[in-house]
């Protein structure tokens, strides 16, 4: 049995954010019972790439998960969920803070019926504060959070992280937040409400952006690919692209000095210290691009990692998802979907000696294993799941 196993989660989000939270859990063995809304499911089920009719993104964030519809509008399903929430240790919900009260179904509802229940709510502004009843989406808070300010050219317009950190970064701190909710559990038996602001999550990802202005007063701005406070720390043109280069320490910046065959700049009163780099910065690098264009990117990382340089080219996608060392970690795995075939996806990134996680089963089809899911949790037959939702 994986780490998770016997850990039911009434997963009940929908796109990104949510979704990636369930995932994480669902790949340590955790029982995702995906609920979704009728004949359209979730929403990303309608996004693309797709596969034949089936849609890429969702496979890509729901394998390892069982679904089965239900439709909230009706009272019934209502009191199934509560039904299924007696027998379930999680619920995670990314819905706008009070939309699950309108069911009743919002933590005190559910703590009612289990009180051991660990109830996680991520949602765009978190479930306090005066934002809390604003519409999010990912650029929403990557915008209102700050990242956008400091990303892009120097001097250039702000510009979106190109994964979506928004979502991302809440769905992984959502899957902390419920690993610290069950450890917590375990020691004293009680549940708890988890709630996670995507905005909260890119305040916390600032590091020194924030470091940097509440102790000088400036506000950060983009800087493109270099770093505000080491120096060389950014990327050069080689003669055939890009290479990303850092050195940063004086031991790695000699070492960089010598190999560009400029030692001169060791002890150049304006290079000297990193701080001086730094200060210095628009000029060190028109010196240091002059000497990298001189070779191809292959040719300077062969240098630069036997010296022991921190060093890498920037890869496009395709070239990452063929690179062999993602291969030997097991980064890009493939599963076959009963519809879709086969597909590949990125794969586990924690690596457990004792209890590792994988990619079991692919994502479900809408509904497919509501009869299972039922059987199983509250004991029903064929028969009577065929009755109560015939003819809803």
Known sequence: MKLLGGLRVLDLSRVLAGPYCTMMLADYGADIIKIEPPVVGDDSRAFGPFIGKESAYFMSLNRNKRSIELNFKRQEECDLFKEMVKEADVVVENYRPGTMEKFGLGYEDLKAINPKIIYAACSGFGHTGPYRDKPAYDIIVQAMG?????????????????ASVGDVMAGMFTAYGVMLALYHRERTGEGQKIDVGMLDCQVAVLENAIARYVTSGNVPGPLGNRHPSI??????????????VGAGNARLWDRLC?????????????FSTNALRTANVNELMTILNAVFINKTINEWLELLEEAGLPCAPINTVDRIVNDPHIAARNMIVEVEHPVAGKLKMPGVPVKLSATPGSVDFPAPLLGQHTHEILKEVLGWDEEKTTQFFKGK
């Open 146 to 162: 700050g990242i956008m300010s400091i990303t892009g050219p120097e001097n250039g317009d702000p510009t979106r992280v190109g």
């Open 231 to 244: 120096t060389p720390f950014s990327s050069f043109t080689a003669k055939d692209g890009y290479i990303i």
């Open 258 to 270: 010598t190999i560009l065959e400029r030692p001169d700049l060791i002890n150049d009163e304006r």
